[in-house]
């Protein structure tokens, strides 16, 4: 397969951040996803966490940048660093337009905020850098299965469906930049395990605790069969969590690394679709 040249590798070495300025008009159905409460819900509990989310793996890279020496790296390192900035602006403005909606997303996005600067004081810059590794890991897994398998998105308004389609891209960009820093400074593939584990946990747990909060002031109710429903989109036969777990385990390989599934391709096919759908240059192949 003829391979496809990077116009941006000057400019952050393949890792460019892309201004987007969405906006999330009022007239966006509550129910954004299928006019799904469960998967519109469990959606919006993930953005909540994003604006924290992202500054906590800005600053747990930024702590290491002065020690990248290899040029092509610490340019990759300011291509993440403004690729997550840019992250949490926009996710913050899909988060307003929920809580004017109704649900309580400021709640959640406090409580991360609450739970991170505790973590910060507890955890060593080396164990911070470690969990921001096994949370690209996480989102770089569910943005290649979305890159993947576009029915994952069926049903999503348009509009806010260019968030997540670009987000994806840009978290499957930059999907081994916290991991090659580790690797470079810090090396112990025990720790970053461990750290794996401990995410996993939480990042489930987390993840329950957010969704019942904004639930808690749903107008609709979904119900024993909606559950099931949302039970099974997650972890039925076909459930896009269950889809994961060969790639979860593979993170826990002595070898692993995270450019070892190669999705430039897919990337590259979904920058020409979000072109065509923003007009925008930014994403230009
Ligand atoms: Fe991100
Ligand atoms: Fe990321």
Known sequence: MTKIPDPHKAHGAGVKPRRMDFDFADDIPMWWFNGDVFKTILLTAQSCTFPDGERFFIDSVRYFQSQITDPELA?????????????????????????????????????????????????????????????????????ELALSEPAFFAGM???????????????????????????????????????MIINTVTFLFFSAVHFRTLYRKSPRRIGVTGMLKGMD?????????????????????????????????????????????????????
């Open 75 to 143: 340019a990759k390192v300011r291509g993440f660093i403004g690729q997550e900035a840019h992250h949490g602006k926009e996710h913050a403005a899909l988060n307003d337009l929920m809580a004017s909606k109704g649900l309580p997303t400021d709640e959640v996005v406090a409580h991360v905020k609450r739970n991170l600067g505790e973590l910060k004081k507890h955890m060593s810059p080396k164990a911070q850098l470690a969990m921001t590794c096994a949370l690209e890991h996480f989102t770089a897994m569910l943005a």
């Open 157 to 195: 308004d348009e509009r806010v469906k260019v968030l997540w389609m670009w987000h994806a891209i840009e978290e499957s960009e930059h999907k081994s930049v916290a991991f090659d820093v580790y690797q470079q400074v810090v090396g112990d593939r025990a720790l970053l395990r461990r750290q």
């Open 233 to 285: 989109f997650l972890i039925g036969r076909e459930g896009w969590l269950r889809k994961l777990g060969p790639r979860y385990l593979a993170y826990f390989r002595k070898d692993f690394h995270p450019s070892q599934v190669d999705t430039e391709q897919l990337r590259h096919e979904m920058m020409s679709r979000l072109q065509a759908i923003t007009g925008k240059e930014a994403f230009a192949v």
